[in-house]
């Protein structure tokens, strides 16, 4: 079996490590963790030819302007799933994020446990984003938080006509449950997931699972 590389771009040494022991226990078998403290070493970690299952990145590393080593490592690496781990939680910049292409956005005080879970449902191949940016944490509701590349996320229940049974989907997938847990909760073959998540987003005029979760927390609230 090859063995897993993640790429850990921080420049606390201490939360370095710390996310590195997280990941161990995330992936329970090799796991080889490169970790690097600015802009440049990141950017040469990924020029080195080596292939990262992972990148957890600080968007405050030494050297970044804004978005701009998000974007540099999505140009270069566009299949390579990226996770924000930031000290702010702040909506716009979650959206943001996602926007340039992250698949996940860990606010840096999240728990172990959480930020394992959210790291195993990247690894899975789905996204995570905090329940702060989604209206838990006081800041502005789902309704309000704008979304890059799809439809409103303010979608009327009727309108979007899901079936019963899209709707248990869309309520799991608002749990960040991936494919496999959401078959086996609801007793149905995986495959059978996927052709409901795909009629979710068609009927809910969005892009990807994101989108949908943003505009499930409208619908779950109507139904």
Request: glycine letters at 6%.
């Amino acid at each position: 079996m090859a063995l897993n590389r993640v790429l850990i771009a921080d420049d606390h040494p201490l939360f370095r490590e710390a996310l590195s022991d997280i990941v161990s226990s995330v992936y329970e078998e090799d796991v080889d963790c490169l970790e690097v403290c600015n802009v440049a070493e990141t950017l040469a970690a990924t020029d080195s030819g080596e292939n990262f299952d992972m990148i957890l990145l600080d968007l405050l590393l030494p050297g970044a302007e804004g978005f701009s080593c998000l974007i540099s490592l999505r140009n270069k690496l566009p299949s390579t799933p990226i996770v924000i781990v930031s000290s702010t939680d702040h909506d716009e910049t979650v959206r943001e994020s996602f926007s340039y292409g992250a698949m996940g956005y860990l606010p840096k005080s999240s728990s172990r446990e959480v930020m394992r879970n959210a790291l195993r449902l990247v690894r899975s191949g789905n996204s995570y984003i905090p329940s702060q940016a989604l209206g838990g944490g006081g800041e502005r509701s789902p309704e309000q938080m704008p979304v890059t590349g799809g439809g409103a996320a303010a979608i009327d229940a009727e309108k979007a006509s899901l079936t019963p049974r899209q709707m248990a989907v869309l309520e799991l997938l608002a749990e960040g449950k991936p494919n496999k847990v959401i078959a086996y909760e609801l007793d149905i073959s995986e495959i059978t997931v996927k052709a409901h998540v795909s009629a979710i987003l068609r009927k809910l005029q969005v892009n990807n699972r994101l989108q949908a979760v943003i505009a499930a927390k409208n619908l779950i609230a109507q139904s």
